[in-house]
Every structure is written in structure tokens, then in C-alpha cells.
């Protein structure tokens, strides 16, 4: 406050007055109460989900599944197993722009590559022949669709638990194996929440079978002679109980379909 300090309200640049220069003694500063906002946070975009299958038409059990909540995509790439090896179909749902499938051919599996396939709607997807069983990895690019932000809890309550996810629906789950006593090489796995028949014509699945282990919920299980081929046959055999089974002697390499019903 004395009468010959100086004040300045505005920035910028102030040469001192003569009387000032060489001679200063002090300063006082006043900001503004201003505050500055916090930067939002970006928004989290909803799920894409991708579950492959082992046969057409999203049939025959499921492999694997994928997500990805990502604008710019998120790439799952592997070698052989059953990830690679299994695939026939594959079922696309919530929130996607577009998921590509890659063909396992590319010297090294990629976005891009001239035989991949990709898919920008939702639904099950059949593979063709060339990615069925040799599938190399998925790209899952989400849709715009934004996860709402959550509830902000009011002070001094506890926040409400989330409701626990409802249980998987019952399976009921046959491996057929290449020996007796469900040992030897795993030939193929048959899994189903309902009632469901498969059925084939050559091939390892009906020429390398000799035991199969049923496991799960499962209210009878029906493998089917291939002589003829069909539920009901007076040669097929049909069982109640879970556990290994040994195929009869003209169902042993010589099996044409299964029958599942869950419970």
C-alpha cells in the first residue's frame, strides 16, 4: 500500500519506473480463485463377443470365446490346438463394428491378409472350407455403443452388490476316444444344453471309435449304428448313466452318429 509502489492488473511484460530499478524490495501477488476442470475420461465402449463352434450353424459345442471393447480392435492370433484345428463356425453378438477371421495360410497370421474373412454384422457365421478347421487368429473392432456411466452412490451408503451372473444351463458332454477304456488319441467332442443329433459318413468320426465317456447332465446318450443311421435303430446302442463306455463290437469303428438329450 505505500504511495510509491506500483501495481499492475493485467499479465505481460512492465519495466519499472526509475525509482523501482535496483531498488525493489518486494512483491505481492493475487491470482484469480479459478479452477480448472478435471479432463474427462474417455468413454467405455460395450462388449463384442465372438464364440467359435465346432460344427456349421454354431452346433456341435463351443471352443472358445473373445471380446474386445476397443474402438481401434483387439487381435487374438495362436498356433495349432484346438483353437486353430476345431473351428466351423463362429456366433458374433453385442456391440461390433466388424471381426475378421484370419486363415492360418498367412506365413504369419494378420489383419489384412487376402483370405481372411470379415464380418460387420452379427449372427452365426458358417467358415468356408478354407478356414474351416485352420483358422490362425480374430480381429473384434467394437461398435460405437458406450457402457452407461455408473451410478454415483450417495454419501455415507454402501454401494449395492452386483447381482450374481445366472448359472450356464445344464450340459451334457460325449468324447469318443480311439481304444477301450476311453484311452488312446481324443477323436471328437459332442456337447449340447438341449437335445441334439449329429450324424456323418466316413471319416475318423465314424471309423476310429471305440469308447466314448459321457459326462454332465445328460438324461441318455444314442450312438447310432452306421449300418443304417438313424435314432431308434434296433442295433443301436443307448445308455442312462455317465461314465466310460466301451462301443459294442459292430459299433466299434463302424459309428455313424450320437444322440444327446440333457437334462
Not at 84 to 110: K, M, Q, R, T
Not at 140 to 163: D, F, H, N, Y
Not at 181 to 210: L, V
Amino acid at each position: 500500500g505505500y504511495s510509491d509502489n506500483v501495481k499492475h492488473t493485467g499479465t505481460g511484460c512492465y519495466n519499472l519506473p526509475y525509482d523501482l530499478k535496483d531498488d525493489l524490495n518486494g512483491l505481492k501477488i493475487w491470482t484469480h480463485n479459478s479452477v480448472v476442470p478435471p479432463t474427462p475420461s474417455p468413454p467405455i465402449l460395450a462388449d463384442c463377443k465372438v464364440t467359435t463352434y465346432r460344427d456349421a450353424n454354431c452346433r456341435g459345442g463351443s471352443i472358445r470365446t473373445y471380446t474386445s471393447n476397443s474402438a481401434t480392435g483387439k487381435e487374438y492370433t495362436w498356433y495349432s490346438s484346438d483353437q486353430e484345428n476345431e473351428p466351423v463356425s463362429a456366433e458374433i453378438e453385442g456391440n461390433c463394428d466388424s471381426v475378421e477371421f484370419y486363415d492360418e495360410d498367412a506365413s504369419l497370421p494378420h489383419s489384412g491378409y487376402s483370405d481372411n474373412v470379415k464380418h460387420t454384422s452379427n449372427g452365426c457365421k458358417n467358415f468356408p472350407w478354407d478356414l474351416a478347421d485352420d483358422l490362425g487368429g480374430i480381429k473384434i473392432i467394437a461398435g460405437s455403443v458406450e457402457m452407461p456411466p455408473p451410478t454415483p452412490t450417495p454419501t455415507g451408503l454402501s454401494p449395492t452388490p452386483p447381482s450374481p451372473p445366472p448359472p450356464p444351463p445344464p450340459s451334457c458332454t460325449v468324447i469318443t476316444y480311439s481304444n477301450d477304456g476311453c484311452t488312446g488319441a481324443e477323436i471328437r467332442r459332442y456337447t449340447t444344453t438341449g437335445t441334439y443329433e449329429w450324424k456323418w459318413e466316413g471319416g475318423n468320426q465314424e471309423n476310429n471309435p471305440d469308447s466314448a465317456l459321457i459326462s454332465g447332465s445328460c438324461v441318455q446318450v444314442e450312438f447310432y449304428d452306421e449300418d443304417h443311421n438313424f435314432a431308434g435303430y434296433g442295433d443301436n446302442i443307448k445308455h442312462s448313466s455317465t461314465g466310460c463306455k466301451n462301443l459294442a463290437w459292430d459299433l466299434e469303428d463302424d459309428l455313424g452318429g450320437i444322440k444327446i438329450w440333457a437334462r
